[in-house]
């Protein structure tokens, strides 16, 4: 039977939980709050009251617009990169072995167990002397590289949990390589790549440490926001945190759709098979 002292823990348990999420989604919630403030000045700091003008101008400050559709970009082409190479790397690591195999996959880790300053200084140092001008493309080469190994690491978990004999059973059947790779291997690793791609995609376009070494001339999100955190952050930059927060969620909401709806498909096939061997 539950005790006092059961029900006690059990309660302050709850509380406590609870105490964790609002102190996590605090932020957010400002972040929201403040995007329908009618703020009278430069700062967006204080409640002074609700509007919508923000939201029907999200790119009425100068520069906030290219910012935006340039960390995009940037977050798209890093994310397409990273995942080509990132699958390719993790295919070498599991399927194949080849000498210095276990120190590569030691050294995929090296820039993920890097400070973000140290990697961020490093990789300026490298362009530098290189001769290599900073811009959009030392961006990418950096954000590729910092980015690569979470995409290692994602995809390298799903595979070793794969089922290699459903492979080995597809090339027994006449498939090359090739066509068990684009037929069996890529379509099993999909969810894989897509968990990949949403993480890089995150990382890239939430990433300001690496970013302020490598950027020259060119601006991010990240960097505009801190350059206007100066002056007083405009409010057009809580609308489209907003509004990339709730894209974020329909995604996550249509996903749970989705793997809902495929699980019931799934019990409707497991129910109708055995009435189908009757």
């Known amino acids: ?38 703020n009278q000045g430069r700062f967006n700091f204080t409640w002074q009251g609700f509007t919508l003008r923000h939201w029907a101008d999200p790119f009425g400050v100068e520069g906030l617009q290219q910012a935006f559709v340039t960390s995009l970009g940037l977050a798209a082409l890093t ?33 993920l167990a890097t400070p973000e300053v140290v990697l961020g200084a490093a990789l300026l140092g490298w362009f530098l002397t290189l001769g290599l001008i900073r811009g959009f493309v030392t961006l990418v080469i950096a954000h590729v590289m910092f980015t690569l190994g979470y995409v290692v690491i994602t995809i390298r978990a799903r595979l070793e949990g794969m089922d290699v004999h459903i492979e080995e059973a597809a090339m027994d059947l006449g498939a090359n390589q090739w066509t068990t790779l684009r037929k ?71 996903n749970l759709g989705f793997q809902r709806r ?14 189908l061997g009757l």
């Open 184 to 254: 069996i291997t890529l379509p099993l690793l999909a969810p894989g790549i897509a968990a990949a791609s949403l993480l890089c995609f995150a990382i890239s376009i939430d990433d300001f440490v690496v970013s302020n070494f490598n950027a020259g001339q060119t601006v991010t999100f990240p960097l505009f926001v801190y350059g206007a955190a100066r002056q007083g952050v405009p409010p057009q930059v809580n609308v489209l945190a907003t509004a990339m927060l709730l894209f974020v969620v329909l995604l996550m909401f249509v």
């Open 79 to 111: 994310t397409i990169i990273a995942v080509i190479l990132g699958v390719c790397v993790a295919l070498a690591l599991v399927r194949h072995k080849w000498r210095g195999r276990g120190a590569t996959g030691g050294l995929v880790f090296l820039p």
């Open 262 to 275: 495929s699980a019931r498909r799934q019990n409707r096939e497991m129910e109708t098979t055995p009435a």
């Open 1 to 38: 039977m539950r005790t006092p002292l059961d029900r006690l823990r059990d309660g302050l348990l709850g509380v406590w939980s609870l105490g964790a999420v609002v102190f996590l989604f605090v932020p957010i919630f400002v972040i929201v709050l403040f995007s329908f403030n009618d």
